[in-house]
């Protein structure tokens, strides 16, 4: 039997999407923005300690070794050439922090993810040497003083690990967020890596000034960080180095193709959205939530809790743009919680069984400030509850509940945001894995009152780290002009209750985000000293009271 031909497809680009519960690598067809082939896997995070988040880079790299070649095999059984990959972007979860030796390639402590509460101490220190009048911090990056950002976290690790302090006076450490650790190990590493970022990933390290596009000295004294360690910011669209990977047979490859795009995850989603306009906007449904809003090329700064970014600045001698953006810390991550922690689901496909089961959260409503609250409150003392349960309550109504949590999150950044735009946004486009759960969806139109507007493809995260790769100068195998950018086929989700029952539901939720603040009176988790915490773990309170008030048969599935 003749050899298959091998498919022509003409060029395509790859994209590395490196999130906080996965990391996949997806390859997309330039002229169609068609998904060719994919492959997931799923990353482990650590708690060493209460209010603790960490993962391993070395994990995470490998992951992205791993996606690469299950990848291309995959592309192979299709027939497809990887030969035709010309480009290669690179998407991340943001403010994760790493510092790692330059000479060895190791890092030097697990990189500190964003979701991490160790640095609150370290806020509440800081924020006392800010004037009341001129918050500089504020005015320069755009964001609020918070343990979410790198600055606190880099500050942490140059503190209290003796490795890196002792990198630093040597002059082997580089810092970087997970997009420069990748992009360093992937074009050659203590080899020859190019260590740099994009404009979109400097934006969220509270060391970046936003108006000028460079590292801030006043800001870098304030945190007291070297800038030795900072890597070069260039833009999200420019050829930064060449892969070099022949250590992996199958990965080795993409030997010699260019890395040439780079944003981070938020930001790259708004440009798989296509929100190129101003006052377009986009959800993403991740671990966490984020609502952005194009403001085009000027800093709009909020009255009412949301942060100031940059978008994108897609080429070197492109102008730049700006967002706004809502944060909420915990979406997806509640349905990985209910399944990891309390054992009432076994994926996270089955939530929306579950929640269909029963139609309702029957009155219990789940605040899920595993983290504390972000936007639009940025309230750190703040803590999950599940509240209204009654012996009627069973864990379909919690499963309902978690996933109503996600959707009322999502209202109060976009209340927030018309309040700041002006004009209230008439849809909501959303992407991102949960957007599959045609419940959450059917809920988010309802809680909203307006409708939901997801596309078929929903990668959007990739498909606009692969946009950004594919124009690069240099690449030029992807157009991003209004003409030639493919039409997307669209799901939409109308709302179906009333806005009086929607309203209630809203009000009602607002009086349980009242009860989760105030849990933690004194924090100085970088101590790691459990005593100094006035609340006991959600999972704690939850258990107890689950068990007390609904017994244990519900929790076991038993009718």
Not at 55 to 70: A, M, N
Not at 156 to 178: C, H, M, S, Y
């Amino acid at each position: 039997m003749a050899a298959a031909k091998k498919a022509v497809l003409g060029p395509l680009v790859g994209a590395v999407d490196q999130g906080t519960s996965s990391t996949r690598f997806l390859v997309f067809n330039s002229k169609t923005a068609e998904l060719l082939s994919h492959h997931q896997v799923e990353i482990k995070q650590e708690f060493p300690r209460e209010g603790w988040v960490e993962q391993d880079p070395k994990e995470i790299l490998q992951s992205v070794y791993e996606c690469i070649e299950k990848t291309c095999e995959k592309l192979g059984q299709l027939n497809i050439d990887i030969s035709n990959i010309k480009a290669i972007g690179v998407s991340n979860q943001r403010e994760t922090t790493v510092v790692w030796d330059k000479l060895t390639g190791e890092p030097l402590y697990n990189a500190v993810v964003w979701l991490d509460l160790r640095t609150q101490s370290t806020v509440e220190s800081l924020s006392k040497r800010i004037p009341g009048n001129n918050n500089f911090v504020k005015s320069k990056t755009g964001l609020p003083l918070s343990t979410y950002f790198s600055a606190v976290k880099l500050r942490w690790l140059l503190d209290n690990v003796r490795k890196v302090q002792k990198a630093v006076e040597e002059d082997r450490a580089l810092f970087g967020t997970i997009d420069s650790w990748l992009i360093w190990s992937l074009t050659g590493g203590a080899s020859g890596g190019v260590h740099c970022t994009d404009v979109t990933n400097a934006s969220r390290t509270m060391l970046f000034n936003i108006h000028s596009l460079e590292w801030d000295k006043e800001l870098c004294e304030f945190f007291e960080i070297p800038m030795k360690i900072l890597p070069n910011v260039r833009s999200s669209s420019e050829i930064y180095g060449l892969m070099k990977i022949s250590h992996s047979p199958k990965a080795g490859a993409l030997e010699g193709v260019p890395i040439s795009g780079c944003l981070g995850d938020q930001s790259a989603a708004l440009v798989g959205q296509m929100c190129f306009q101003d006052g377009q906007a986009k959800n993403t449904y991740g671990t966490g939530c984020f609502l952005l809003c194009n403001t085009g090329r000027k800093c709009v700064f909020s009255e009412h809790g949301l942060l100031t970014t940059v978008a994108y600045k897609l080429g070197r001698d492109k102008p730049v743009y700006y967002a706004l953006e809502g944060s909420v810390a915990i979406a997806g991550a509640v349905i990985r919680w209910l399944r990891d922690n309390l054992g009432i689901i076994k994926s996270s496909e089955e939530i929306e069984k579950l929640a269909k089961e029963v139609g309702t959260s029957y009155g219990c409503y789940f605040v899920p400030a595993f983290s504390g609250l972000y936007a639009p409150y940025w309230e750190p003392s703040a803590r999950g509850i599940i509240c209204g349960l009654t012996q009627f309550t069973n864990k379909c109504h919690i499963a309902f509940a978690a996933l109503e949590a996600v959707c009322f999150q999502t209202r109060e950044i976009l209340d927030a945001m018309n309040r700041d735009c002006g004009i209230p946004l008439s849809h909501l486009q959303v992407d991102g894995g949960m957007t599959n759960n045609k419940i959450l969806m059917q809920l988010q139109a309802d809680i909203l009152y307006i409708p939901v507007v997801k596309p078929s493809m929903p990668e959007t995260t990739a498909l606009g780290a692969a946009m950004a790769a594919g124009a690069a100068e240099g690449v030029g195998v992807w157009s991003l002009e209004p003409e030639d950018l493919s039409a997307v086929t669209m799901e939409r989700f109308e709302p179906q209750i009333n806005a009086e029952e929607s309203e209630i539901r809203y009000s009602t939720w607002k009086k349980a985000v009242m009860k989760s603040m105030g849990w933690v009176t004194t924090q100085s988790s970088e101590s790691g000293d459990p005593s100094i915490f006035c609340s006991l773990p959600l999972g704690f309170f939850i258990v107890s009271s689950v068990v007390m008030l609904i017994g244990a048969r519900y929790l076991s599935g038993m009718p």
